[in-house]
């Protein structure tokens, strides 16, 4: 197939009908079922802040071929973009397309002075994972989702060691200036696309210094009940030698009250943060399935 074939088009120049079906046809056969009306694609495109001049759209013949949606923010002075989604219709899987719309929107990002794009793919989707590293991305860690359902019948997370630590709970946004924000996380876990109802937990021990911190959100039924709780963040000050312990109280302080038999779950972890892992798993949080974060920097 050549190059002349695929019609390369901004995503602004497409209706919303257009969009969604690029959406859903670019998403058949994969992982699980990612079929949305116009009003969800309309939604999840606000929610990730693509920016339709950036995305690209490719058409063979009239037929919608595949796509990249590029989400964008200027964070703290780094204009950082995201790979909302890369997707390409079955009739045309294994003849470039993937590689062009890539290359097209790269090109993009550089003539708009962006610093890096960063994106999440399925660990088993080893062809995408391919098709990323060719383009010039690296992989940084993995990003697990860890599930448990039910009440814990014993007290979880014990730690070694009993220190005192002080809660202060707020904003997402609280948690970006600390010199040790993990930056290198997914792009919707991160403080500055978190939404309404997350929760920061900055941990202080007794000199005043900062200890950790965690982001995460609780969900609730119409009637007040607590139905599931979702960690994003849960990262120790790496200067302390109670780093495990640290992470354990956040741990207990985010999941809890432990009698309440509700979802639980830490969404894209980062795998390095061992601490965390090791404490999820000992009280028997599984992986439901995980993805890789990848990164390239544009300058």
Request: glycine letters at 8%.
């Amino acid at each position: 197939m050549s190059v002349e074939e695929v019609q390369i088009k901004s995503l602004n120049e497409c209706t919303l009908d257009q969009i969604n079906e690029l959406w859903n046809v670019g998403f058949q056969e994969y992982f699980n079922d990612m079929t949305r009306g116009v009003e969800q694609t309309v939604n999840h495109l606000g929610a990730c802040s693509i920016k339709p001049n950036l995305s690209v759209a490719a058409y063979i013949d009239g037929v919608p071929a595949g796509f990249v949606f590029i989400g964008l923010k200027n964070v703290h002075g780094v204009k950082t973009a995201w790979n909302g989604g890369t997707g390409v219709n079955p009739l045309f899987r294994g003849r470039g397309i993937a590689k062009i719309l890539l290359q097209e929107a790269i090109a993009r990002l550089r003539e708009a002075d962006v610093d890096m794009i960063t994106l999440e793919v399925r660990t088993e989707n080893s062809n995408a994972i391919s098709a990323y590293i060719r383009a010039g991305f690296q992989s940084i860690h993995s990003l697990p989702v860890l599930v448990r359902n039910g009440a814990f019948e014993q007290v979880p997370f014990q730690r070694s060691r009993f220190d005192d630590y002080l809660n202060v709970y707020g904003i997402p946004e609280d948690v970006s200036r600390l010199p040790f924000y993990l930056e290198q996380s997914a792009w919707m876990m991160n403080w500055f696309n978190l939404t309404a109802g997350a929760q920061s937990l900055i941990v202080y021990d007794r000199s005043g210094e900062v200890a950790g911190y965690s982001l995460f959100i609780r969900s609730f039924t119409k009637s007040g009940e607590l139905s599931g709780i979702t960690l994003y963040h849960c990262e120790a000050n790496p200067k302390r030698e109670d780093g495990s312990d640290v992470v354990r109280y956040m741990l207990a302080q985010v999941y809890g009250p432990f009698d309440v038999p509700v979802r639980r779950v830490a969404h894209y972890l980062r795998s390095t943060n061992q601490a965390a892992i090791d404490a999820l798993a000992e009280v028997g949080f599984t992986v439901d399935y995980e993805e890789q974060l990848m990164r390239l920097h544009l300058k």
